[in-house]
């Protein structure tokens, strides 16, 4: 079992910039693919970008594939979001989220999940 904290939300002006950190503890984050997750006001959970275990491969949703950056780094056990030119149509709470394979985009997919951490953007 592993446990994730997610961390770095706030709020941000449009066109502005973020790094969110997804924190593990319990297990070695390097047997599980990432994810990253945000869930609006009133609607469903999305996915938004995924990192295989070894971070060489990458999946993004294509509403953020050209702005936001996934990353790992396993010696620390910390995988980041980096999202950059943000809109206020980002604004959502983001999960972290642990599964098996990094092409999976559908919630119930993956296994472990952080608390969440709010991203809001001003326009």
């Known amino acids: 079992q592993v446990q994730l904290v997610d961390s770095g939300g706030g709020l941000v002006q449009a066109g502005g910039s973020l790094r969110l950190s997804c924190a593990a503890s319990?297990?070695?984050?390097?047997?599980?693919?990432m994810g990253w997750f945000r869930q609006a006001p009133g609607k469903e959970r999305d996915f938004v970008a995924a990192?295989?275990?070894?971070?060489?491969?990458?999946h993004y949703s294509t509403s953020v594939e050209d702005r936001f950056t996934i990353s790992r780094d396993n010696a620390r056990n910390t995988v980041y979001l980096q999202m950059d030119s943000l809109n206020p149509e980002d604004t959502a709470v983001y999960y972290c989220?642990?599964?098996?394979?990094?092409?999976?985009?559908?919630?119930?997919?993956?296994?472990?999940w952080g608390q969440g951490t709010q991203v809001t953007v001003s326009s």
């Open positions: 989220a642990a599964g098996t394979r990094y092409t999976n985009t559908a919630p119930d997919q993956y296994r472990y």
């Open positions: 319990g297990r070695t984050l390097g047997i599980y693919a």
């Open positions: 990192i295989s275990q070894s971070g060489r491969s990458t």
